[in-house]
């Protein structure tokens, strides 16, 4: 098989993402199980005039994957959709994921997004993150935000994206889409770059060290309304995060600035549901003058507690999400279990 082939075929199987290995057939993965196709196992110089066809058809250099040794990157086929390749090398061979983005913006009711995530894209200005492990949907909830406020408000929106999944046209919005790496040497740059582009809204791929978040910080104090992303599994410990990331000398400031900028967190899972898919879970936090106080006062640890008593504000945890998908016989209490991050109280729950 081709490239074309294998893509063209991923995309009737409704699959996710591709794995090119060497040792192993093409393997697609499909609603989270892995789908070996028929034909041989691939060997190292068949990945690489794979990944060559890649490349051409990305009308794109290997200069990142020459020099660094690994590439990410994506591309658009006509009719078929847009692709995110990430090309890197394992004992010696080349070897490639691929992730398939269909074309068009994703449906946040189709996708069983709540109203209570998308409603703080409605924020005028500060902080919002969405959180989770790779893989989780963060783009796809980031990017129906964003549709969101293009549809609606009339704003320049910038994002900062490694690489640019979702494409989105101009609406009563103006959006301008900077690729890390292709528009912009990198994520600081880019975030300073945008203060002096009369942003209203900013989206910044990831929040990935100390003076990324430190100018995130920075720029939601602005007046901007920025959206950005960490690899944490709970309110709490993404505010936890954040203020870890400074010295000592400056976290008192920092849970400060935190109360002012932060309007809101989504933490979210992918979780094996009952037919055979995979089902999104979310924990919501929003700000209020409690949590504020929570923060500035180093009580982040009873965050979540409370939480569980702000469900009529929109707000809920991580672990009362699974409960109400179980109860609504829509996951296992396997499933449960293996997601939950209190596994105790969880188990107070069922015992109760």
Known sequence: MNIMEILDKSVSENASDIFLVAGLPVTLKCKGEQKRLEGDNLKPDGIAALIDEIYELARRERTNLDARLDDDFSFSISNLGRFRINVFRQRG?????????????????????????????????????????????????????????????????????????YIHRH?????????????????????????????????????????????????????????STLHTNSAA?????????????????????????????VCQQLVPSVDGGLIPVFEVLKMTPAFQNMIRDDKIHQIEAAMGTRASEGMYTMDTSLFKLYKEGKITKETVFQYCNNYDLMLKKFSG
């Open 93 to 165: 061979s080349l070897a490639a994921v691929i992730r398939i983005i269909k074309f068009g913006l994703p449906d946040p009711a189709k996708l069983g997004i709540p109203e209570s995530v998308l409603s703080l894209a409605d924020s005028k200005r500060g902080l919002v993150l969405v959180t989770g492990a790779a893989g989780t949907g963060k783009s796809t909830t980031l990017a129906c935000m964003i549709d969101r406020i293009n549809k609606t408000t009339p704003a320049h929106i910038i994002t900062m994206e490694d690489p640019i999944e």
């Open 237 to 265: 410990s993404t505010i936890s995060r954040i203020i870890d990331v400074f010295p000592a000398s400056q976290q008192h400031q920092v849970k400060i600035q935190l109360t002012q900028i932060l309007k809101g967190i």
């Open 171 to 227: 609406d009563k919005a103006i959006v301008s889409q900077r690729e890390i790496f292709i528009d912009t040497p990198g994520y600081l740059e880019s975030l300073r770059s945008a203060l002096r582009e009369s942003p209203d809204v900013i989206l910044l791929g990831e929040m990935r060290d100390y003076e990324t978040i430190s100018a995130a910080i920075t720029a939601a104090e602005t007046g901007v309304l920025l959206f």
